[in-house]
């Protein structure tokens, strides 16, 4: 089936999300979209799916015009989705799920479910899946309920099979067997538009690569294209992917964890047993696909977590136990992953967020009053240092682009005199321009002697900062490697590798995969894994 | 255009914690809306007046001989009605009394009650909590207060002192357990608030058979309160208007102030607009919900201590009256600002004042009133609505800055 | 080439030692008061359960417990649930549900026997009993029913009160116009669908905050019927009122079944309002969990937008789902005035639409268990009635409090587990 998109633009108000875009997938293709967080790729499949009304433009399938009022006509037309965030009814059972939409029914709408079932293990053996339909999705795992929702999509007989971001929850391996997946569906007729802003995976899999920067086409790609290349027209300027940071010099070791663990209210252990310690002017890049107890590990280190037993040591003062109020006060500066969620006040003013946790220091109040004067003298002042884009100090928080309502958060956070900085995926969601800035930043930080450890699911961006990584996996330390380790041995510590184990491993399969394949995307070595 | 135009995530818009949104939405209408909003209601109200008027209907039987018969029946039914409530909430020349004239003090006297109350949803409002229990808060603050105001014999200042403090102690507990079991447990402060409501009524009834019953008395009602004990009148003893008004309005410089300038407001307003960044910024959440909703009840126990101490001398299990709940449509209206709120109050006040002049002079029962105040609110919270009625462009912000 | 499948394990490791001790704690303070109220204040005498009345066909002879004897049992009963309930938690992290049924059906039946032990005449009739209070519980479940549709769609209904005052005044009216009690039932029902239109309008067209609407709506309702109670209801043509006298729905005992001692007066002797609540609860239930029409509904409750990028309309399904909300508790209204009393009195709901709200959620948002929570609820109500009179250990007035205690228990999680639909109360608005 051949999807073309003609002209379609999207604007919410004044902001122009998609402008003037054309596609064309062929039948049997990958079609890579390819840009940067914030792009407009998602809100153009949302429009190819009939979730958005598109503002100007045509949809064509087979060279006819269609028209979708909803994603039930995109369905019945052929096009199926994966979401970034999975559309899951999280107490309902996989084959409920599947079915929700399309159900088979009895007499008087009774549900019959058993067709579903049959649907669901017949697909499941033919990808070899090996998901139980009567599962409660709120207890599957992130990469099998991915799997639940190509089902999903493959129920309604998906021709073209969206897949938004599909890679961000899985570990490299995991993203090699998704890969696989895709390969299988284009051999057997489906086309695959697949979004993505990793440039390493849009090479491996692409046929064609459709280049998207701030809502507008700006070219097309061959996969055989030079990764600085797309990367510079992803970017719209020549990017070098590398930082310029001098080596870390260690100082002493003023930061320890030891025997950390992390329970949720339900006594499940969501970081288990981890030890390391990080040294004045080091960054410790702690690595790990989403949801591997790195979250956890952070918030319990500023206190934000009940359950916690074993010990966290700054400057010899134990923090387990303390209040986040007391853990910032004894000079840990802490930028949060959600910046939206968990570090800024969207309605406030930039000048009310940048003193969020300075609020009861003086000179920002005295006796429990807040001294206005001199917390806008104070925004005017880092509005400045750290480049923030805005028209006034005293808008709020949430008209501020990603990058910028990061850099209030880092300018807040760096304000104080620290003893250790953590920072949770610094750069998500932030444009290019603002990473770099951001980088050196932390880096700057480092360089001044602080202790910093960064947590990312970025590989990228973990080699780029980490003086040393630490990887995490289902709540386990799987081992701490120096900064210039190889993206396979990351990779098969991330997927679930202790870090000695990884390298035997590597070391074995040398000989037969060295050289012949780009870094990262063959399925290393899965016959091997048991 | 301005050059330096800002450029967002090209996403969705964020999903945001509901109360959040709906304090932005609150906070965010213009004052036209709340005028056209008034108005609409009173013409709405002033249909339903006219239609049951049974002159309306008699000259609408021969509207076709005489279509102008009808339209003055219209007229003089709600213009008689309206008039009789703007008199009774103002100034009324045609009272027999001088006393009953000035109707503006009236208002003043039901305003205060609601002022008081009115901050103590506004003020757990802006801390993203949902008072709907000021009515349970206001009971216990009369109950407290009375105990206090009849149970002991204290010499004058002293007393009143201690009624008021009694009466706003005994808000803020019922206030406090709601915010210790939002805090502790997560349990919604809608619903517990709700039950806690009429656990008040159960509880007041309860001890007005045993504990605060008046042994004179058959009914379930308490002894009278000490004179030391109640508000002085600010204008002598021909109208009922108390000193429980300067206090009002002493909480709302009081409130204005803890919101905008203090510490502990930046931490309400914080915990409010997004609890988990206030926590990570080091705020304890649960703590501000404790304490907000123990302010928040002392304001609204307060509210019950006017009541008791300034105009009902003696506790029943009506000593709330609707407060509670006008409460919640007064803080709304004045779209949870500490002076929006006290306006907001007057007005209601004075359909409270209007009301009762017009269900004597104009036969229009007082429940007209509830009406007018509910689709108030109702247009209140919906500012497209009331665009669409008068056609007004929503693009006010766009068309600014174009 | 063949994909091998290997599901990492997930982040769920073992449990270990965080439990809830809500529920011990719970039980354990109930134990205490069993043992301290039951046992070493409990009435000597006994307690006297009349199960038939006169005239019935088949006589049952009374049941009569010694209060005292059977209070040690039930105390000693409730010590060792208490102590089971805390083991259990202690060893696998959760306690099984025939303790927390068996302890809650044990402190039940011995605080009746107390209350009962206790007073003057020391004997109670369970007909009466529970034919009073189903009085109370016929509009409870009606108004909890109407907050199952809605709340299972997503749209949170506070509005409760309203719906059903404005079904008891439309009916009254209308019955007394018509002197058809049926056309006051319909139109009861298309009064309580004309709040619910308020409601939906509101919260799904404008995307106003559902509990304002609802609040604000209890307000409007009780104004305009008390308004048009005044200016029409009190109306009279030649001496008598002639808007407020409806014609009433006649009981319709159900040959045979009616005969059954204590049930059959209860379930099988009612208005046909009954019969239709009784068919209702079950049609609800199987409705939402085995139908199509349930899993759609409840889909757009917890996850409306993975229900829309399945092609369900969100907020249509919502709307209908208001709307029908609506006419059930508009039904319920119409009891008051059609079936429990003869004519329509100003705020005659009295608060009764709250307390649908808890039983909808001590009911965990199931048509079932907001039935039997609806059933408990009037029960105790009818109790505080026959003891206001009876001179008894308790005050009615605790009893009254009992509905509202047991729901801050139930959202505060000290009495299982009440999840409301995820997002109940969330409006749902796309780009």
Known sequence: MKLELKGITKSFGALIANDHIDLVVESGEIHSLLGENGAGKSTLMNVLYGLYEPTAGEILVDDKTVKFSGPADAMAAGIGMVHQHFMLVPVFTVAENVALGAESTGPGGILNLEETRRKIREISARFGFDVDPDALVEELPVGVQQRVEIIKALVRNAKILILDEPTAVLTPQETDELMDIMRQL???????????????????????????????????????????????????????????????????????????TVMNDAGQRLLDDVTFSVADGEILAVAGVQGNGQTELTEAVLGLHKHVQGSIVLDGN?????????????????????????????????????????????????????????????????????????????DAADTLSGGNQQKVVLARELARPLKLFIASQPTRGV???????????????????????????????????????????????????????????????????PADEARAQLDGTVAGTAGTTPAGTAGTTEGERS | MSETQKVKDPTPPVKESQGSQ???????????????????????????????????????????????????????????????????ATYDPTARTWQGQLGIFETLTFATPLILSGLAVTLAFRAGLFNIGAQGQIILGAAFAGAVGFGMHLPPVIHLLAVILAGAIGGAIWG???????????????????????????????????????????????????????????????????????????????????????????????????????????????????TVMLISGALAGLAGVAQIAGTEKSLDSEIAGSIGFDAITVALLGRSKPWGTFFAALLFGAFKAGGTSMAVNADVSIDIVAVVQSLIVLFIAAPPLIRSIFRIKAARREGASA | MSVTANILPSKVVDRVAVRSWKTPILFGALALFAVVVFVLLGPSGHATFRLSQEGDAWQVPNLVLPAKVFGIIVAVVCVLLAAQSYRQMKNDGRIAKWVTMTFTVAFVIGLMVWIIGGTKTQNITLVGLFT????????????????????????????????????????????????NAFAGLFAAAVAGVFVSFLLAAFSIKYVVNQIIVGVVLNVLVSGLTGFLFEKIMKIKVDGVTIYNQPAQLP????????????????????????????????????????????????????????????????????????????AVAGIGGAYFTLVAVSSFSKDMTGGLGFIALAALIFGRWNPIGAALAALLFGVAGNLQSILSLAGTPIDGQFL????????????????????????????????
């Not at chain 1, 459709?210 to 700006?218: A, E, N």
């Not at chain 3, 505060?412 to 969330?426: H, L, T």
Request: with cysteine.
């Open chain 2, 176 to 290: 406090g357990i709601a915010g210790f079991l939002k805090a502790k447990t997560g349990a919604h402060e809608v619903i517990v608030t709700i039950m806690l409501n009429y656990i008040a009524i159960s509880l007041v009834l309860y001890l007005l058979k045993n504990q605060l019953k008046d042994p004179t008395s058959t009914n379930p009602i308490s002894p009278q309160m000490d004179a030391n004990a109640m508000f002085p009148l600010l204008l002598g003893p021909n109208f009922r208007v108390h000193a429980g008004l300067i206090v009002a309005i002493l909480a709302v410089i009081g409130v204005g102030w803890l919101l905008n300038r203090s510490t502990l407001g930046f931490e309400y307003r914080a915990i409010g607009a997004n609890p988990k960044a206030a926590r990570t910024a080091g705020m304890l959440v649960s703590r501000g919900y404790i």
């Open chain 2, 22 to 88: 709906v304090v932005r939405e609150i906070m965010s209408g213009n004052a036209v809306i709340s005028v056209l909003a008034v108005v609409v209601a009173l013409v709405i109200g002033g249909i339903l007046i006219a239609v049951t008027d049974p002159r309306v209907s008699t000259a609408s039987g021969y509207f076709f001989a005489d279509p102008g018969a009808t339209f003055s029946a219209i007229w003089s039914s709600v213009s008689e009605a309206y008039g009789a409530l703007w008199r009774g």
């Open chain 3, 400 to 431: 009254a409090m009992l509905p509202y205690a047991l729901t801050i228990l139930a959202v505060s999680g000290f009495v299982g587990k009440s999840r409301a639909p995820a997002a109940d109360g969330e409006p749902y608005v796309k780009g």
């Open chain 1, 318 to 394: 134990e923090l387990v136990g303390r209040s986040v109020r007391q853990v910032l006060d004894a000079g840990v500066g802490f930028v949060p992953e959600d910046r939206q969620d968990d570090g800024l006040v969207g309605e406030f003013s930039i000048a009310e967020n940048l003193v969020l946790d300075l609020y009861k220091k003086e000179p920002y109040s005295k006796f429990g009053s807040m001294n206005r004067a001199v917390i806008a003298k104070n925004a005017e002042a880092k509005v400045a240092e750290f480049d923030v884009r805005t028209q006034s100090s005293q």
């Open chain 3, 132 to 179: 009073g209070a189903m009085l109370i519980t016929t509009p409870l479940v009606f108004g909890s029913l109407s907050g199952v549709l809605c709340e299972r769609s997503g749209v949170i209904n506070i509005a409760i009160e309203g719906q059903l005052l404005a079904g008891a005044f439309t009916a009254s009216l209308v019955s007394s116009i018509t002197h």
């Open chain 3, 251 to 326: 009981d319709l005992p159900i040959p045979f079944l009616s005969e059954i001692p204590v049930i059959g007066p209860t379930l099988f002797r009612q208005s046909i309002i009954g019969y239709f609540m009784l068919i209702l609860v079950a049609a609800l239930w199987f409705g939402l969990f085995r139908t199509r029409w349930g899993l759609r509904i409840r889909a757009v409750g917890e996850h409306p937008m993975a229900a829309d990028t399945v092609g369900i309309n969100v907020n249509r399904t919502r709307f209908l789902n208001v709307l029908a909300g609506g």
């Open chain 1, 431 to 497: 444009d290019v321009g603002s990473i770099e800035f951001l980088h050196k930043r932390i880096v700057a930080e480092r360089d001044a002697g602080t202790p910093v450890i960064i947590v990312s699911t970025e590989l990228d961006e973990v080699l780029e900062l980490g003086d040393r990584i630490a990887v995490l996996f289902a709540g386990k330390l799987m081992g701490i490697v120096p900064g210039k380790s190889s993206r396979e041995l990351l990779g098969l510590m991330m997927a679930g590798l």
């Open chain 1, 186 to 260: 284009k051999a057997g007729g489906t086309s695959i538009v697949f979004i993505s802003h990793k440039l390493r995976e849009v090479k491996a899999v692409s046929d064609t690569i459709t280049v998207i920067r701030r809502g507008k086409v700006v070219g097309s790609a061959d996969p055989s294209a030079a990764t600085t290349e797309l990367a510079s027209m992803m970017v719209g300027r020549s990017v070098s992917l590398t930082l310029d940071k001098a080596d870390a010099e260690p100082g002493p070791v003023t930061f320890k964890v030891t025997n950390l």
